[in-house]
């Protein structure tokens, strides 16, 4: 469970005041998500999440995430959107923490994805790849190669308690991204971890994506290897081409994949899994004393990276060329 941070009655009540929202009925810390803390908030007037932005989200990028939040939101995409204070503003501070109130979506997200799952990921991907077209703000990817680096020097050698031989072939994974990584590709906002535990379902549609603390500028493609990663594979961690032919389509129907595009998927969704190995593999070695968390395998990713390493071109995922 993710509540690295414990709010006080009196604390809470003097930030709710902060809104016009009415006063607290109920706070309940939630049991999802590693990054932030969350709570669900009940109000006189309704139902918020109260996040506040723990180690990993800095300070000077909140603004960045609230406005596109906002700007996705008012372009039709179905996701929070911040809740303004008296004073106009969205950010507060809690218990030592920068702290938001965002709108809560309904919905639940899917533990078991099907391929209609993937199609409407896709599409909804796309949609918010479109709409964020005319969002005028940038924030670089704080997780592309250079992160990477960082991340693995955090791990400190210590790859290899995790799996012998781990820590070398990071190393050799990370040099065949700085050679290969794709240059030149269409670039605008990226989610950059749309999970499914970041994506709603109401009544089998999909009814809005949450999370965007990640969001930055990037390659729009490496957004659908992140995915592809996420969605694609099984509990065994055989990668499923129906689902990714789905996930392609789904998207391709809403925002066209170049050739350019479509051939760097092998190496965007390989360092995409490093990536996501990486945040792990840091989050398994630094479990921090006391915190309700259950950490990420990060050797599910490993076996993803295998995988993209032995594909030779997009027909090998199943795409439809
Ligand atoms: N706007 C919202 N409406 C409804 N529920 C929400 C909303 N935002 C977050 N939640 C709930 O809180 C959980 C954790 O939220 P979120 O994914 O943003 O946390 P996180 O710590 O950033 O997680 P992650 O590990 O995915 O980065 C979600 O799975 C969901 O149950
Ligand atoms: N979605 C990420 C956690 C949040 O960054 C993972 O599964 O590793």
Known sequence: MAVYTEVNDEDLACFVAEYDIGGVLAC???AEGVENTNYILRTEKGAYILTLYEKRVRRDDLPFFMALMEHLSASGVTCPTPIRRRNGKVLGELAGRPAA??????????????VEHCGAVGRALAAMHNATLGFPMERPNALSLAGWETLY?????RADSVQAGLDAAIAEELA???????QGLPTGVIHADLFPDNVFFLKGRLSGL????FACTDILAYDVAICLNAWCFEPDHAYNATKGRALLAGYRAV?????????????????SALRFM????VDWLNVPPGALVKPKDPLEYWKKLRFHQRVAGPAEYGFDL
């Open 28 to 30: 309940k810390g939630i």
């Open 101 to 114: 109130l965002i709108s809560f979506l309904e919905g639940v997200w899917i533990k078991k994805p099907n």
């Open 153 to 157: 020097s955090q791990a400190d050698g």
């Open 176 to 182: 065949f991204h700085r050679a290969h990584w794709p």
């Open 210 to 213: 949450i999370d965007f603390y």
């Open 255 to 271: 925002r066209p994949l170049s050739d350019a595009e479509m051939a760097a998927m092998p190496v965007l969704a390989r360092g």
């Open 278 to 281: 990486l945040t792990r593999l």
